[in-house]
């Protein structure tokens, strides 16, 4: 009986904790067409802060029409790259994976590059950083290394930025 419970629960938080938000999107498909569209970006609340719900994205894209009404799909496939203004008028930036068929964000792009990839396990949604050099390659970063080890490493030719790093992993433990 009380597994019951927990998922009428489950299910009824879901439905008051999320929310969707018709956006204008800029789409670049492989082909380098460009679509001017509107899509529903899932939105969830947590602690009273929105966050974009970015699994409902990764695989696929669905286009709306001005009343959220669902028109077409486009998979991460057959996408080169997605941009769209998200909360607070913050730019999101997605790109197709390489080495899957699915979108990451792109965190930062400069001469070095940071990605978030979505990694699906069996339970859950697993985030995972992805690091480029300026030469191309990949930074490789081990299994169970935190952010800011990550970030310590990457930055390691680089001792004026130790300073900022220190503050930010104080920061980080303070918070925890």
Not at 27 to 34: A, C, R
Request: charged share 25%; glycine share 6%.
């Amino acid at each position: 009986m009380n597994i019951y419970i927990l998922f009428i629960g489950l299910f009824f938080s879901n439905l008051f904790f999320s929310q969707v938000t018709l956006t204008d999107v800029l789409i670049v498909k492989q082909d380098n067409d460009s679509l001017q569209a509107k899509m529903n970006i899932g939105m969830i609340v947590k602690d009273g802060i929105t966050y974009i719900d970015e699994v409902s994205l990764y695989k696929r894209v669905d286009i709306v029409d001005d009343n959220g009404k669902k028109l077409y799909t486009i998979k991460a496939k057959d996408i080169k790259g997605l941009r769209f203004l998200a909360l607070n008028d913050v730019k999101k930036k997605y790109i197709k994976d390489p080495s899957k068929n699915q979108l990451m964000s792109v965190l930062y792009d400069g001469k070095m590059k940071l990605y978030k990839q979505f990694v699906p396990s069996t339970h859950y949604m697993g985030e995972y950083m992805f690091f480029v050099q300026p030469n191309g390659e990949p930074f490789k970063v081990g299994l169970f290394e935190n952010n800011i080890k990550i970030l310590s490493r990457i930055t390691a030719s680089k001792p004026e930025l130790k300073a900022k790093i220190d503050a930010l992993e104080k920061n980080y433990t303070d918070e925890a």
